[in-house]
T-cell receptor, first 111, second 114 residues
Framework: GEDVEQSLFLSVREGDSSVINCTYT??????LYWYKQEPGAGLQLLTY?????DMKQDQRLTVLLNKKDKHLSLRIADTQTGDSAIYFC???????????FGSGTRLSIRP | GAVVSQHPSWVICKSGTSVKIECRSL??????MFWYRQFPKQSLMLMAT?????????EQGVEKDKFLINHASLTLSTLTVTSAHPEDSSFYIC??????????FGSGTRLTVV
């Protein structure tokens, strides 16, 4: 079955880079997403990558995809206190298919 | 781990009718269920938070008389879209806590109102 896994916690020092990792099982995944949830808010789509891409960069965010290993990562450069949130990895087979989410990684920033 | 069964996965209904979406916790008792709706560009908007045995808390701008949420037991939360219109066509998904940390999502329901 389809499954997406990610670790529950990550703690980084302010100014360092954060790397949040995710693995998925569906080899038919076409879209891979990263969502950010801040307290009391919905899930904001941060970025997404197509399965035929290896990397996507958007300002401080870098997404790396290893399709062979079904491994997705999100790197946040120069992590700031405003980056404290829960980050969800997700995948779908198409833009109209159901989205399978991971359990979320809680990113905390220490001074 | 915790599993949430959501159904139906997809539904097509006529304008003016009501549709009920269920989220059932299979191996975990969920006192709180979150309901989301997907908007263009894939962001998920939190519609409401339901708590077992009490009234749901709706987010600003969400019509509580249109989107009825019931959380009558620890294992079942339902969202009913009443008098559905084409603009209600969307992807609806529920989420519950899985343990003290982490969350589990339902598989989502794609609603098409014609």
């Amino acid at each position: 079955g389809e499954d997406v896994e990610q670790s529950l916690f990550l703690s980084v020092r302010e100014g360092d880079s954060s790397v949040i990792n995710c693995t998925y099982t569906d080899s038919s995944s076409t879209y891979l997403y990263w969502y950010k949830q801040e307290p009391g808010a919905g899930l904001q789509l941060l970025t997404y990558i197509f399965s035929n891409m290896d990397m996507k960069q958007d300002q401080r965010l870098t997404v790396l995809l290893n399709k062979k290993d079904k491994h997705l990562s999100l790197r946040i450069a120069d992590t700031q206190t405003g980056d404290s949130a829960i980050y969800f990895c997700a995948e779908s087979r198409s833009s109209a298919s159901k989205i399978i989410f991971g359990s979320g990684t809680r990113l905390s920033i220490r001074p | 781990g915790a599993v949430v069964s959501q159904h139906p996965s997809w539904v097509i209904c006529k304008s003016g009718t009501s549709v009920k979406i269920e989220c059932r916790s299979l191996d975990f008792q969920a006192t709180t269920m979150f309901w989301y709706r997907q908007f263009p560009k894939q962001s998920l908007m939190l519609m409401a938070t339901s708590n077992e045995g009490s009234k749901a808390t709706y987010e600003q701008g969400v019509e509580k008389d249109k989107f009825l949420i019931n959380h009558a037991s620890l294992t079942l939360s339902t969202l009913t879209v009443t008098s559905a219109h084409p603009e209600d066509s969307s992807f609806y998904i529920c989420k519950q806590r899985a343990g003290e940390y982490g969350y589990t999502f339902g598989s989502g329901t794609r609603l098409t109102v014609v």
